[in-house]
C-alpha cells in the first residue's frame, strides 16, 4: 500500500511538473516560421506553455501577427490568449495534433488604401519588407502546413473586435464589429466545415448573426461550395458560391427589407421597402500571377424592387463599389407615395419613369431622367457632387408640353386659374446642409402658350387703377393671352425675374422684379397699350398723354399681392416724373416762342388739373 502511496504521488507531481518540464517553445520555434512563411507577415508569440485543466493543451500568449508596412506599423492581428487542445499520444510522440483551438478577444485590423487595395491582399505575396516573392519559390506546402495546424474539430473566437478603416475618401472612414463570436466545427481536409458568426457592427448597432456550410475544404485553401444563412439586423440573407484559386464568385438573395429595419431613424414620413433582391459577385481575395488590386467587389447584374407605398421602381445594375452603373423604371409613381413631404397641395402621378445613372467615386451621376406628368414630357441630368453632407449637387433639364392648369392646381391652391401649354427649361445648383435649410440657384425659363388666366381681368384692372370704370368694355373675369414668357433665376430668396413679357389681346406686359418664398409677387414694368385703346384712356386719363408714344401708349405699372391673388396697379410715382418730364420738354418749347406750343399747353392743363382734382 505504501508503495501504490508513493507511486501515486509520484505521479501526481509529475502531472503538476509537466508544464514546467516541457519545453513547449520548440513547437513555436517549429510552426511559427512556417506560418510567416506562408503570410509572409512578421508573426510572434510571447510563450508557449502546456495546460493539463481542463483538459490537456497549449496555452500561446501574446500572438501578434504584424500589418504590411505599407498600410499600418500597427499590428494586423493581436490575441491576448490563444488555447490549443491536443491529443496525448502524439504529444507523447513529439507531434501535435489539433482537437479545439480557443481564441480570447482578439483585436484585427482591416484597412483600405486610398487605391482600393485591402492589407489583406498582401498576405501570402508581399512580404514585410514590400518584396514580393516569386511565384515557384520552393517550400514544403507551407499552405498544407498551415492548414493541418488549423485543421481542428472546433474553433472559437469569443469577444473579438475587427476594425476596418476606409482610406479611399478624404475623411477616413472607420467601422467596428464588437462583441466578435466565431465558431467552426469539422475544419479539416476533405470535411465539410460548419461556421457560425455573431457581433454588432458599430456605431450603426445593428447585430447580426451569420450560420454557413464550407467545403469540402481542400489542402489549397480552395472552397468548392458554401451555403450561408444570416440574419443582419432584422433582414434574412442567404448566399451562396465558391472560392477557387482565390477568386471568390457567389449569389446573394434578400427576399424582403425596409428603412424600419435599420437601427436608425431617417425622418421618412413612410418607410421605404425593397423586395427580391438577387445579386452575382466576384471578388479577387488572393490575387495571383499579375493581380496586384484585391477586395474589389464586381456585382453583375444586381436586380431589385423598391416599394414605397402603390409606387413600385424596378432596378438593375452592375459594377464596382467605385463605378457602378444603375437604370431603373416604374410604369407609375404617386407624389404622395414619397418618403418626404412636398410643397403641393394635390397629389399628382408621373407616368413611364426611366432614369440611368452611375456611381463613380463619390459622385452619383444622373445620365438621364424621363417621366410623363401634367400632359407633358419631362427630361433631366444632373450630378450629386459628393455624398457627405454637406450635399452639393446640379441638375438641368426641361418640361415640356405640359398642362399649365393641372400643374398649378398641384401647386398652388388658387381662386385664379392658368389654361394653356407650357415648357420650363432649368439649370439649378444646390447645396444641402446637414444642419441648415437647403440653398438653390440657377436659371429657370418659363414659356406659356396659348391660355387663359381665369379669375384676373385685365382690362378690369387697367380701368381700377386709372379710376375710369366701364371705359373699355364689359369685364369677363378672365385675360385671355398669346404668351406668357418668363426668364427668371432661383436663389435664396425665391425667383429674381429678370425678364417677364405677357400678351394679351388688347395689352402687352413687360417687368421685372421678385417671386418671394412665400408666394408673394413683386413685379415692376410697362404696360404698352395700341391706339385703339389708347384713345379711350386718353379722353377719360388725360394725364397719360405723358405717356404716348406713335399712338401707342406706355404705362407704368406694379403687380403686387400674390400669385393666388395679383393686383395690378398705377405706378403713380413713375408717371409723375414722366409727366414732369414731358412738361419740360414742352415748356422749352415756349420759352423758345413757339406760339402753337403755348396754346396747346394751356389747353392739355385744363385736362391734367381736372385729372388731378377729380374725385
Same mark, same amino acid.
Given at each position: 500500500?505504501?508503495?501504490?502511496?508513493?507511486?501515486?504521488?509520484?505521479?501526481?507531481?509529475?502531472? #503538476?511538473?509537466?508544464?514546467?518540464?516541457?519545453?513547449?517553445?520548440?513547437?513555436?520555434?517549429?510552426?511559427?516560421?512556417?506560418?510567416?512563411?506562408?503570410?509572409?507577415?512578421?508573426?510572434?508569440?510571447?510563450?508557449?506553455?502546456?495546460?493539463?485543466?481542463?483538459?490537456?493543451?497549449?496555452?500561446?500568449?501574446?500572438?501578434?501577427?504584424?500589418?504590411?508596412?505599407?498600410?499600418? $506599423?500597427?499590428?494586423?492581428?493581436?490575441?491576448? $490568449?490563444?488555447?490549443?487542445?491536443?491529443?496525448?499520444?502524439?504529444?507523447?510522440?513529439?507531434? !501535435?495534433?489539433?482537437?479545439?483551438?480557443?481564441?480570447?478577444?482578439?483585436?484585427?485590423?482591416? +484597412?483600405?488604401?486610398?487605391?482600393?487595395?485591402?492589407? +489583406?491582399?498582401?498576405?501570402?505575396?508581399?512580404?514585410?519588407?514590400?518584396?514580393?516573392?516569386?511565384?515557384?519559390?520552393?517550400?514544403?506546402?507551407?499552405?498544407?502546413?498551415?492548414?493541418?495546424?488549423?485543421?481542428?474539430?472546433?474553433?472559437?473566437?469569443?469577444?473579438?473586435?475587427?476594425?476596418?478603416?476606409?482610406?479611399?475618401?478624404?475623411?477616413?472612414?472607420?467601422?467596428?464589429?464588437?462583441?466578435?463570436?466565431?465558431?467552426?466545427?469539422?475544419?479539416?481536409?476533405?470535411?465539410?466545415?460548419?461556421?457560425?458568426?455573431?457581433?454588432?457592427?458599430?456605431?450603426?448597432?445593428?447585430?447580426?448573426?451569420?450560420?454557413?456550410?464550407?467545403?469540402? #475544404?481542400?489542402?489549397?485553401?480552395?472552397?468548392?461550395?458554401?451555403?450561408?444563412?444570416?440574419?443582419?439586423?432584422?433582414?434574412?440573407?442567404?448566399?451562396?458560391?465558391?472560392?477557387?484559386?482565390?477568386?471568390?464568385?457567389?449569389?446573394?438573395?434578400?427576399?424582403?427589407?425596409?428603412?424600419?429595419?435599420?437601427?436608425?431613424?431617417?425622418?421618412?414620413?413612410?418607410?421605404?421597402?425593397?423586395?427580391?433582391?438577387?445579386?452575382?459577385?466576384?471578388?479577387?481575395?488572393?490575387?495571383?500571377?499579375?493581380?496586384?488590386?484585391?477586395?474589389?467587389?464586381?456585382?453583375?447584374?444586381?436586380?431589385?424592387?423598391?416599394?414605397?407605398?402603390?409606387?413600385?421602381?424596378? #432596378?438593375?445594375?452592375?459594377?464596382?463599389?467605385?463605378?457602378?452603373?444603375?437604370?431603373?423604371?416604374?410604369?407609375?409613381?404617386?407624389?404622395?407615395? !414619397?418618403?418626404?413631404?412636398?410643397?403641393?397641395?394635390?397629389?399628382?402621378?408621373?407616368?413611364?419613369?426611366?432614369?440611368?445613372?452611375?456611381?463613380?467615386?463619390?459622385?452619383?451621376?444622373?445620365? $438621364?431622367?424621363?417621366?410623363?406628368?401634367?400632359?407633358?414630357?419631362?427630361?433631366?441630368?444632373?450630378?450629386?457632387?459628393?455624398?457627405?453632407?454637406?450635399?452639393?449637387?446640379?441638375?438641368?433639364?426641361?418640361?415640356?408640353?405640359?398642362?399649365?392648369?393641372? !400643374?398649378?392646381?398641384?401647386?398652388?391652391?388658387?381662386?385664379?386659374?392658368?389654361?394653356?401649354?407650357?415648357?420650363?427649361?432649368?439649370?439649378?445648383?444646390?447645396?444641402?446642409?446637414?444642419?441648415?435649410?437647403?440653398?438653390?440657384?440657377?436659371?429657370?425659363?418659363?414659356? +406659356?402658350?396659348?391660355?387663359?388666366?381665369?379669375?384676373?381681368?385685365?382690362?378690369?384692372?387697367?380701368?381700377?387703377?386709372?379710376?375710369?370704370?366701364?371705359?373699355?368694355?364689359?369685364?369677363?373675369?378672365?385675360?385671355?393671352?398669346? !404668351?406668357?414668357?418668363?426668364?427668371?433665376?432661383?436663389?435664396?430668396?425665391?425667383?429674381?425675374?429678370?425678364?417677364?413679357?405677357?400678351?394679351?389681346?388688347?395689352? $402687352?406686359?413687360?417687368?421685372?422684379?421678385?417671386?418671394?418664398?412665400?408666394?408673394?409677387?413683386?413685379?415692376?414694368?410697362?404696360?404698352?397699350?395700341?391706339?385703339? +385703346?389708347?384713345?379711350?384712356?386718353?379722353?377719360?386719363?388725360?394725364?397719360?398723354?405723358?405717356?404716348?408714344?406713335?399712338?401707342? #401708349?406706355?404705362?407704368?405699372?406694379?403687380?403686387?399681392?400674390?400669385?393666388?391673388?395679383?393686383?395690378?396697379?398705377?405706378?403713380?410715382?413713375?408717371?409723375?416724373?414722366?409727366?414732369?418730364?414731358?412738361?419740360?420738354?414742352?415748356?422749352?418749347?415756349?420759352?423758345?416762342?413757339?406760339?402753337?406750343?403755348?396754346?396747346?399747353?394751356?389747353?392739355?392743363?385744363?385736362?391734367?388739373?381736372?385729372?388731378?382734382?377729380?374725385?
Amino acid at each position: 500500500m505504501v508503495a501504490i502511496a508513493i507511486v501515486l504521488v509520484l505521479l501526481v507531481v509529475i502531472i #503538476l511538473l509537466l508544464p514546467f518540464l516541457l519545453d513547449l517553445n520548440r513547437f513555436r520555434d517549429h510552426y511559427v516560421p512556417i506560418i510567416e512563411q506562408v503570410l509572409h507577415r512578421k508573426v510572434a508569440v510571447q510563450d508557449v506553455r502546456l495546460t493539463l485543466y481542463p483538459t490537456l493543451g497549449v496555452q500561446l500568449r501574446e500572438v501578434i501577427i504584424a500589418d504590411d508596412p505599407a498600410f499600418s $506599423s500597427h499590428p494586423f492581428l493581436t490575441v491576448p $490568449s490563444v488555447q490549443v487542445a491536443v491529443q496525448w499520444r502524439p504529444l507523447l510522440q513529439r507531434r !501535435l495534433e489539433v482537437k479545439r483551438v480557443s481564441v480570447e478577444s482578439p483585436i484585427i485590423q482591416v +484597412i483600405r488604401s486610398p487605391k482600393g487595395v485591402l492589407n +489583406i491582399a498582401t498576405i501570402g505575396k508581399v512580404s514585410s519588407s514590400g518584396k514580393t516573392l516569386p511565384e515557384n519559390t520552393e517550400s514544403k506546402d507551407p499552405v498544407s502546413s498551415l492548414v493541418g495546424v488549423l485543421a481542428v474539430k472546433q474553433f472559437s473566437l469569443t469577444g473579438g473586435t475587427l476594425k476596418f478603416e476606409d482610406r479611399t475618401r478624404q475623411s477616413s472612414k472607420a467601422l467596428q464589429i464588437k462583441n466578435l463570436t466565431f465558431n467552426t466545427e469539422s475544419v479539416a481536409i476533405g470535411e465539410i466545415a460548419l461556421v457560425r458568426v455573431h457581433g454588432m457592427v458599430m456605431p450603426y448597432q445593428i447585430p447580426f448573426d451569420v450560420t454557413g456550410r464550407f467545403g469540402p #475544404l481542400q489542402a489549397n485553401l480552395d472552397i468548392p461550395n458554401f451555403d450561408i444563412d444570416g440574419l443582419v439586423g432584422k433582414v434574412a440573407v442567404t448566399a451562396n458560391g465558391e472560392m477557387i484559386d482565390g477568386q471568390l464568385t457567389g449569389d446573394i438573395q434578400i427576399p424582403k427589407a425596409s428603412t424600419d429595419d435599420l437601427p436608425i431613424k431617417l425622418g421618412m414620413k413612410a418607410p421605404i421597402a425593397l423586395s427580391q433582391l438577387q445579386a452575382h459577385f466576384e471578388a479577387s481575395i488572393f490575387p495571383k500571377g499579375q493581380q496586384t488590386r484585391s477586395g474589389e467587389v464586381l456585382i453583375d447584374p444586381i436586380r431589385l424592387k423598391i416599394h414605397m407605398g402603390r409606387s413600385t421602381i424596378h #432596378l438593375s445594375g452592375k459594377g464596382t463599389p467605385t463605378r457602378f452603373s444603375l437604370v431603373g423604371d416604374s410604369p407609375t409613381f404617386y407624389s404622395q407615395d !414619397l418618403p418626404v413631404s412636398l410643397p403641393i397641395q394635390q397629389p399628382f402621378v408621373l407616368e413611364h419613369i426611366q432614369f440611368e445613372a452611375e456611381k463613380l467615386e463619390k459622385n452619383l451621376i444622373l445620365q $438621364s431622367f424621363t417621366a410623363k406628368a401634367f400632359d407633358g414630357t419631362m427630361r433631366a441630368k444632373g450630378v450629386l457632387d459628393t455624398w457627405i453632407p454637406p450635399l452639393t449637387f446640379s441638375m438641368q433639364g426641361a418640361f415640356k408640353k405640359f398642362s399649365a392648369e393641372t !400643374l398649378m392646381k398641384a401647386i398652388t391652391p388658387s381662386p385664379v386659374k392658368l389654361t394653356g401649354v407650357g415648357e420650363l427649361k432649368w439649370t439649378t445648383r444646390g447645396i444641402v446642409p446637414s444642419s441648415a435649410s437647403p440653398a438653390f440657384d440657377g436659371p429657370i425659363h418659363l414659356t +406659356i402658350r396659348d391660355g387663359a388666366v381665369i379669375g384676373f381681368d385685365l382690362v378690369k384692372s387697367v380701368e381700377d387703377a386709372l379710376r375710369i370704370p366701364g371705359v373699355l368694355g364689359k369685364s369677363t373675369g378672365r385675360t385671355q393671352y398669346s !404668351l406668357i414668357d418668363a426668364k427668371t433665376e432661383l436663389n435664396d430668396e425665391g425667383l429674381a425675374i429678370r425678364k417677364f413679357i405677357a400678351h394679351a389681346p388688347n395689352f $402687352s406686359l413687360r417687368s421685372v422684379g421678385k417671386v418671394g418664398l412665400d408666394q408673394s409677387l413683386n413685379l415692376q414694368g410697362t404696360l404698352t397699350v395700341p391706339p385703339t +385703346i389708347a384713345e379711350k384712356i386718353t379722353q377719360q386719363f388725360p394725364m397719360a398723354l405723358a405717356v404716348r408714344r406713335e399712338g401707342q #401708349l406706355l404705362l407704368p405699372f406694379v403687380v403686387q399681392g400674390t400669385i393666388q391673388n395679383p393686383r395690378l396697379r398705377l405706378n403713380s410715382q413713375l408717371l409723375g416724373q414722366q409727366v414732369k418730364k414731358k412738361v419740360e420738354e414742352r415748356l422749352e418749347k415756349v420759352l423758345q416762342g413757339d406760339d402753337q406750343e403755348l396754346q396747346k399747353l394751356l389747353d392739355d392743363g385744363k385736362d391734367l388739373l381736372k385729372q388731378f382734382f377729380r374725385k
